[in-house]
T-cell receptor, first 111, second 114 residues
Framework: GNSVTQMEGPVTLSEEAFLTINCTYTATGYPSLFWYVQYPGEGLQLLLKATKADDKGSNKGFEATYRKETTSFHLEKGSVQVSDSAVYFCALEDAGNMLTFGGGTRLMVKP | EPEVTQTPSHQVTQMGQEVILRCVPISNHLYFYWYRQILGQKVEFLVSFYNNEISEKSEIFDDQFSVERPDGSNFTLKIRSTKLEDSAMYFC????????????FGPGTRLTVT
């Protein structure tokens, strides 16, 4: 079956540091890939997506590239802010339109 | 900006009781979903719903669970006889159509079964 593995947190960074959160997946077909973010007390929000190999999703300074050869979709940001502190979930969607999530990575950014 | 809402935010119930979790999806969306997250574990898909019927369900979604769209706005998840292991955060999501790939999530209902 499908699965998503992402690095365990928490990840603690200073403001303006570079962020990478690793995500790899296993899927039988050609899934779409997503990053969702959950701020404290809120629901999951779609951060970015990529629907085919070599696509790059980007939003709010975050980027992730769909790498079919390494089955990866790592999240990056060049300069994090305190307001980026949240839990980040990598996910894939297969033909059944259901999302399979990774375990989530908590990011804490200190001023 | 339109958003998915869920009520209640926290529900405490005794084992064996029935609970109904409520969701109001975004108004022009046609696809509806329930997910759950047991504390410390992954977010797991439960069920998807389209055109007044279940389109997909996971093995978690057994006969104790049911979903309904009783009117034009609400989407509910019923657990008939709650068990301790049903304690989790339950998320509702909705999507405009299959091709958009985007599912919009509500803030969740925390269910505690004692």
């Amino acid at each position: 079956g499908n699965s998503v593995t992402q690095m365990e947190g928490p990840v603690t960074l200073s403001e303006e540091a570079f962020l990478t959160i690793n995500c790899t997946y296993t899927a039988t077909g050609y899934p779409s890939l997503f990053w969702y973010v959950q701020y404290p007390g809120e629901g999951l929000q779609l951060l970015l997506k990529a629907t085919k190999a070599d696509d790059k999703g980007s939003n709010k300074g975050f980027e992730a590239t769909y790498r079919k050869e390494t089955t990866s979709f790592h999240l990056e940001k060049g300069s994090v802010q305190v307001s980026d502190s949240a839990v980040y979930f990598c996910a894939l969607e297969d033909a059944g339109n259901m999302l399979t999530f990774g375990g989530g990575t908590r990011l804490m950014v200190k001023p | 900006e339109p958003e998915v809402t869920q009520t209640p935010s926290h529900q405490v119930t005794q084992m064996g009781q029935e609970v109904i979790l409520r969701c109001v999806p975004i108004s022009n969306h046609l696809y509806f979903y329930w997910y759950r997250q047991i504390l410390g574990q992954k977010v797991e898909f439960l069920v998807s719903f389209y055109n007044n019927e279940i389109s997909e369900k996971s093995e978690i979604f057994d006969d104790q669970f049911s979903v309904e769209r009783p009117d034009g706005s609400n989407f509910t998840l019923k657990i008939r006889s709650t068990k301790l292991e049903d304690s989790a955060m339950y998320f509702c999501a909705s999507g405009k159509d299959r091709s958009s790939y985007e599912q919009y999530f509500g803030p969740g209902t925390r269910l505690t079964v004692t």
